[in-house]
């Protein structure tokens, strides 16, 4: 398999993984802080605003290749065997479906939130 299949493949995981969670976060048998983890972690992946904005050379991808991949493994690594095999099938029959995309505006909402708090905190320190 050469490089370029392989990461093709490793980001079809990584999608697949990100719509697990989202079907996670509602299933009886998620653990309350798989919950907590996987429903920060979709409403970040499917927010339209990055944390770090992507026209930042080589930080605005950091978000994108390192952090939102590690939160997914993690949180994947949280679910019962028995969720994460249900989900996988539900997220697998939506991308053979192939539905939209969802999208978070809570993410959104949370994104900007932290910015404005950035900001303020940065004013603040700044004009001390």
Same mark, same amino acid.
């Given at each position: 398999?050469?490089?370029?299949?392989?990461?093709?493949?490793?980001?079809?995981?990584?999608?697949?993984?990100?719509?697990?969670?989202?079907? #996670?976060?509602?299933?009886?048998?998620?653990?309350?802080?798989?919950?907590? =983890?996987?429903?920060?972690?979709? #409403?970040? #992946?499917?927010?339209?605003?990055? /944390?770090?904005?992507?026209?930042?050379?080589?930080?605005?991808?950091?978000?994108?290749? /390192?952090? /939102?991949?590690? =939160?997914?493994?993690?949180?994947?690594?949280? =679910?019962?065997?028995?969720?994460?095999?249900?989900?996988?099938?539900?997220?697998?029959?939506?991308?053979?479906?192939?539905?939209?995309?969802?999208?978070?505006?809570?993410?959104?909402?949370?994104?900007?939130?932290?910015? =404005?708090?950035?900001?303020?905190?940065?004013?603040?320190?700044?004009?001390?």
């Amino acid at each position: 398999m050469h490089f370029s299949e392989r990461l093709r493949h490793w980001a079809r995981r990584i999608k697949r993984d990100g719509l697990t969670l989202w079907f #996670a976060r509602r299933h009886p048998a998620t653990p309350w802080y798989a919950k907590a =983890l996987g429903l920060f972690v979709v #409403a970040y #992946a499917l927010s339209p605003i990055d /944390l770090i904005p992507d026209f930042i050379p080589v930080l605005g991808y950091v978000d994108d290749v /390192l952090l /939102l991949p590690a =939160l997914i493994w993690l949180a994947i690594r949280l =679910l019962p065997a028995q969720v994460l095999d249900d989900c996988r099938a539900q997220a697998d029959a939506w991308l053979q479906a192939d539905h939209a995309k969802p999208r978070s505006r809570l993410g959104a909402v949370l994104i900007v939130l932290l910015w =404005l708090a950035m900001l303020a905190a940065l004013g603040w320190y700044v004009l001390r």
